[in-house]
């Protein structure tokens, strides 16, 4: 089992940045393919971006691509989500979610998840 602690949620105008952490508990965490999904209010929880653990591939929704970039340092345990040029509609609680042996777009995908942190971009 792993267990996911989400940080580095904030306020932040638009056209900002931030850096949201995900910290991993266990030795394994190398082995597990993270997600990261957000949840805007009134809305259902969407699909982010993903990285896999064997090759470090990596899948990103249309509407962040080019602007929110995954990655792990495996030796910290940690997966980042880098996220640049944040608009209003990028609002939501994040979460980060991991699995050793699915990964996707699909929530069902993955086993585990953080508690989430929140976003908040203003314009």
């Known amino acids: 089992q792993v267990q996911l602690v989400e940080s580095g949620g904030g306020l932040v105008q638009a056209g900002g940045s931030l850096r949201l952490s995900c910290a991993a508990s266990?030795?394994?965490?190398?082995?597990?393919?993270m997600g990261w999904f957000r949840q805007a209010p009134g809305k259902e929880r969407e699909f982010v971006t993903t990285?896999?653990?064997?090759?470090?591939?990596?899948y990103y929704a249309d509407s962040v691509k080019g602007r929110f970039t995954i990655s792990r340092d495996n030796a910290k345990n940690t997966v980042y989500l880098q996220m640049n040029s944040l608009k209003p509609d990028d609002t939501a609680v994040y979460y980060c979610?991991?699995?050793?042996?699915?990964?996707?777009?699909?929530?069902?995908?993955?086993?585990?998840w953080g508690q989430g942190t929140q976003v908040t971009v203003s314009s």
């Open positions: 990285i896999t653990a064997s090759s470090g591939s990596t």
């Open positions: 266990g030795r394994t965490f190398s082995s597990y393919n």
């Open positions: 979610a991991a699995d050793p042996t699915r990964w996707g777009a699909s929530q069902r995908s993955y086993d585990y």
